[in-house]
C-alpha cells in the first residue's frame, strides 16, 4: 500500500480487459474506509503461465498469491492438469492440517 501499486493477476492472462474497473472501485473502497489520499494508484501486472482449463482460477489465485508472497514471481506455477490436481490436493491438506489452529 505504501508504494501504491495494484497487482492484477488474471489466470486467463487478460488483466488489461478490467483494470479501470478494478481501479475505480479500488478508489472507492479507500474512500469508504477513510484512506484515499488523492494519490494515483499504478497497475502491475506480473508474467505468468496462463490458466489451460476452464474451472482452475481459484487454485491458481491461492498458488500465484503462495509463490508471490514465497519466492516473489509467478512463472514457478504450473498449470498443466497433473498441476493443477496436485495443487488442489496440497490445498485440501493445508485446510485440514491447520482448521482450528488459530496461531498460524
Known amino acids: 500500500m505504501s508504494e501504491k501499486v495494484i497487482c492484477l493477476i488474471d489466470p486467463e492472462g487478460k488483466e488489461g480487459r478490467y483494470d479501470r474497473k478494478i481501479q475505480r472501485s479500488w ?8 484512506y ?4 494515483e494508484w499504478q ?6 503461465n496462463k ?12 498458488k500465484f498469491a503462495e509463490n508471490y ?4 514471481g509467478l512463472m514457478d506455477v ?3 492438469e497433473s498441476a493443477m ?6 490445498i ?11 496461531t498460524i
Open 36 to 39: 484515499d489520499d488523492g494519490g
Open 92 to 102: 485440501a491438506c493445508a485446510l485440514l492440517e491447520y482448521r482450528g489452529n488459530t
Open 69 to 72: 508472497l514465497t519466492k516473489g
Open 85 to 90: 490436481r496436485t495443487a488442489r490436493m496440497d
Open 51 to 62: 490458466q489451460k482449463d476452464s474451472h482452475s482460477c481459484g487454485v491458481l489465485l491461492l
Open 27 to 34: 478508489r472507492n473502497f479507500l474512500r469508504l474506509k477513510g
Open 78 to 80: 504450473l498449470t498443466s
Open 43 to 48: 497497475f502491475q501486472t506480473l508474467e505468468h
